[in-house]
């Protein structure tokens, strides 16, 4: 399983880390998700995601200032 390791956001509330975790794990091609210390492993599901959900990601990522650059490696589907 492919997976991307990703500095996590700093979170302002509880709710703020629910919203986050929520919006991630609704994206279809996130199997799971791990967090250890400061550190997020995404887990993918097999097979390459869609342009939609690279969509996803980047919003997310965006919206919680992490590092857009950390999702070069994933292809998206044409």
């Known amino acids: 399983m492919e ?5 996590g956001p700093m979170f302002h509330s509880l709710g703020d880390e629910t919203a986050f975790f929520t919006w991630l794990r609704r994206i279809r091609a996130v199997a799971d ?7 997020l492993t995404i887990h993918l599901r097999p097979g390459k995601i869609t342009v939609d959900e690279a969509r996803e990601f980047r919003a997310l990522f965006h919206r919680y200032g992490l590092d857009t650059s950390d999702l070069q ?6």
Do not use: M
């Not at 490696?73 to 044409?78: A, L």
């Open 3 to 7: 997976s991307l390791t990703v500095r």
């Open 33 to 39: 998700v791990k967090k250890r210390g400061a550190e």
């Open 73 to 78: 490696g994933i292809e998206t589907r044409r």
